[in-house]
């Protein structure tokens, strides 16, 4: 079984070692763009081995399927229970025969792990990541292999084959040129070395994945890649566009609710009792005045400016509009600004339907008891 749980936290690290200049977020968000390719090519790779395997392999081989949790239970992360872990550090340098019989040798011993550097050099990461799917699925065996360049550099190993022995996540040993675990514990039990010598040692033909991938990242134009998520930003957006209102009115919105149930706290006392109403407003004001405009009518426009100008200085105005125009991105949302000299927020479709807004424009304000929503004829 490939597992790529290393892989992830690689790429962890590789963003807090990368350098301040830029934010996190841009770094992030460059990365994931960069590797796109890779991840797609990842994910076909998969889904053809996956179809291929569906019709050829037979499965006898594999464990009993643990029940899945239920979709109510929150996904847990994975944690690391093994007391003992062998990590048997490899690479492609060993010939691939060697590499498939390591898979078949610990098939089922969970407490080993093959550990590789990083994947061939101008070989792309997913066709890496497909070779060793293919040997698991070829020998039928679920040893764990991780890509983890961390391991290498913790255990200061840049030659193979060696194994690194942990106990309670803290290293025992280091035995180098021997992938047997028999062996290097027979060694260590005899020698009580923390670094062991036992074999030959070859070249590592993969470099550091971390560094690899810092090169990558660092021939990226962030500048370029920030202009472009810009650009693109309103033509994702799904605005809610309302219709004008034609006519004045204001309507009333009772926020109460009628309790199901008795609501209890966790030493049993009773909070409220089924069939009580609560109404939010008794135990929090709301302070604020909501002007809902369609931004490119500039009778609203005008509408937003004098309800900031005439209740700004007591109340917390704000305004939202129901939709910008795309063609003029981000420039024509900072005139809307400017003009009206006040910040401006998208309509999200949770507050519409919350105050249950049907037209703009719309103001909507509260007493101690209801909601009202103020419709403005044009």
């Given at each position: 079984?490939?597992?790529?749980?290393a892989?992830?936290?690689?790429?962890?690290?590789?963003?807090?070692?990368?350098?301040?200049?830029?934010?996190?977020?841009?770094?992030?968000?460059?990365?994931?763009?960069?590797?796109?390719?890779?991840?797609?090519?990842?994910?076909?790779?998969?889904?053809?081995?996956?179809?291929?395997?569906?019709?050829?392999?037979?499965?006898?081989?594999?464990?009993?399927?643990?029940?899945?949790?239920?979709?109510?239970?929150?996904?847990?992360?994975?944690?690391?229970?093994?007391?003992?872990?062998?990590?048997?550090?490899?690479?492609w340098?060993?010939?691939?025969?060697?590499?498939?019989?390591?898979?078949?040798?610990?098939?089922?011993?969970?407490?080993?792990?093959?550990?590789?550097?990083?994947?061939?050099?101008?070989?792309?990461?997913?066709?890496?990541?497909?070779?060793?799917?293919?040997?698991?699925?070829?020998?039928?065996?679920?040893?764990?292999?991780?890509?983890?360049?961390?391991?290498?550099?913790?255990?200061?190993?840049?030659?193979?084959?060696?194994?690194?022995?942990?106990v309670?996540?803290?290293?025992?040993?280091?035995?180098?040129?021997?992938?047997?675990?028999?062996?290097?514990?027979?060694?260590?039990?005899?020698?009580?070395?923390?670094?062991?010598?036992?074999?030959?040692?070859v070249?590592?033909?993969?470099?550091?994945?971390?560094?690899?991938?810092?090169?990558?990242?660092?021939?990226?134009?962030?500048?370029?890649m920030?202009?472009?998520?810009?650009?693109?930003?309103?033509?994702?957006?799904?605005?809610a566009?309302?219709?004008?209102?034609?006519?004045?009115?204001?309507?009333?919105?009772?926020?109460?609710?009628?309790?199901?149930?008795?609501?209890?706290?966790?030493?049993?006392?009773v909070?409220?009792?089924?069939?009580?109403?609560?109404?939010?407003?008794?135990?929090?004001?709301?302070?604020?005045?909501?002007?809902?405009?369609?931004?490119?009518?500039?009778?609203?426009?005008?509408?937003?400016?004098?309800?900031?100008?005439?209740?700004?200085?007591?109340?917390?105005?704000?305004?939202?509009?129901?939709?910008?125009a795309?063609?003029?991105?981000?420039d024509?949302?900072?005139?809307l600004?400017n003009?009206?000299?006040?910040?401006?927020?998208?309509?999200?479709?949770?507050?519409?339907s919350?105050?249950?807004?049907?037209?703009?424009?719309?103001?909507?304000?509260?007493?101690?008891?209801?909601?009202?929503?103020e419709?403005?004829?044009?």
């Amino acid at each position: 079984m490939v597992s790529l749980r290393a892989v992830i936290g690689v790429v962890a690290l590789l963003f807090a070692t990368l350098s301040a200049a830029d934010s996190a977020v841009e770094q992030e968000q460059a990365a994931l763009e960069h590797f796109a390719a890779d991840l797609k090519e990842m994910q076909v790779s998969t889904k053809q081995q996956v179809d291929f395997t569906l019709r050829n392999e037979d499965f006898s081989y594999l464990k009993q399927s643990q029940p899945l949790a239920s979709p109510l239970e929150a996904p847990k992360p994975p944690v690391d229970t093994r007391k003992v872990v062998y990590q048997i550090l490899v690479s492609w340098s060993l010939g691939e025969a060697e590499i498939k019989q390591l898979l078949q040798n610990y098939d089922g011993d969970e407490s080993v792990e093959l550990v590789f550097r990083g994947v061939p050099e101008d070989m792309p990461f997913a066709l890496a990541l497909a070779k060793l799917q293919r040997l698991s699925l070829e020998t039928k065996t679920k040893t764990s292999v991780l890509i983890n360049p961390v391991v290498f550099e913790e255990a200061g190993v840049d030659q193979v084959p060696a194994i690194r022995k942990l106990v309670d996540q803290k290293s025992v040993y280091l035995a180098k040129g021997t992938t047997s675990t028999a062996s290097a514990d027979e060694a260590f039990a005899r020698r009580k070395e923390p670094v062991l010598s036992l074999g030959p040692l070859v070249e590592i033909a993969e470099r550091d994945l971390i560094e690899v991938m810092k090169e990558r990242l660092a021939k990226v134009d962030m500048e370029k890649m920030k202009a472009r998520a810009l650009n693109t930003f309103w033509d994702k957006q799904t605005f809610a566009e309302l219709p004008r209102a034609t006519r004045h009115r204001v309507r009333a919105l009772d926020p109460t609710v009628l309790v199901p149930a008795d609501m209890t706290a966790a030493d049993g006392t009773v909070i409220h009792k089924a069939g009580d109403r609560i109404n939010p407003l008794d135990m929090r004001p709301f302070t604020q005045r909501l002007v809902i405009i369609d931004p490119l009518d500039p009778q609203q426009v005008a509408l937003a400016k004098k309800q900031v100008a005439d209740y700004g200085a007591k109340q917390n105005v704000v305004v939202i509009v129901s939709r910008v125009a795309r063609e003029q991105g981000w420039d024509g949302f900072a005139a809307l600004q400017n003009e009206i000299d006040h910040a401006a927020y998208v309509l999200r479709d949770d507050v519409r339907s919350r105050f249950a807004i049907d037209f703009v424009p719309s103001v909507v304000t509260a007493d101690r008891h209801s909601f009202y929503i103020e419709e403005f004829a044009p």
